[in-house]
Nanobody, 127 residues
């Protein structure tokens, strides 16, 4: 069982930066692929970024490529999302999630592949 808690959301101006953090419980966290998703107001939850268990393989949605960076610190059971050059269209509730797969070398981009979810953190970007 893995429990996830996001933090770091808030209000930012367009062009600014925020860093989201996801704290995970469970001793096997270091072997789970992780991801970030977001749900804009009135829209479905969408993929943002993914990372394999070691941090050596990454993937991003086209809408955030070059602006966002996902990373992880397995020793501290944390996953991060550094968000730079924020745009108003980045406004959403951001969720971290974990895939219930032990090890492997893959990252995952489909929300149906993720078993564990945090409660979400609100990010609002003003123009």
């Amino acid at each position: 069982q893995v429990q996830l808690v996001e933090s770091g959301g808030g209000l930012a101006q367009a062009g600014g930066s925020l860093r989201l953090s996801c704290a995970a419980s469970g001793r096997t966290f270091s072997r789970y692929p992780m991801g970030w998703f977001r749900q804009p107001p009135g829209k479905e939850r969408e993929f943002v970024a993914a990372i394999n268990w070691s941090g050596g393989r990454l993937n991003y949605a086209d809408s955030v490529k070059g602006r966002f960076a996902i990373s992880r610190d397995n020793a501290k059971n944390r996953v991060f999302l550094q968000m730079n050059s924020l745009k108003p269209e980045d406004t959403a509730v951001y969720y971290c999630a974990a895939v219930d797969v032990w090890g492997g070398n893959d990252y995952y981009t489909a929300k149906d592949e993720y078993r564990y979810w945090g409660q979400g953190t609100q990010v609002t970007v003003s123009s």
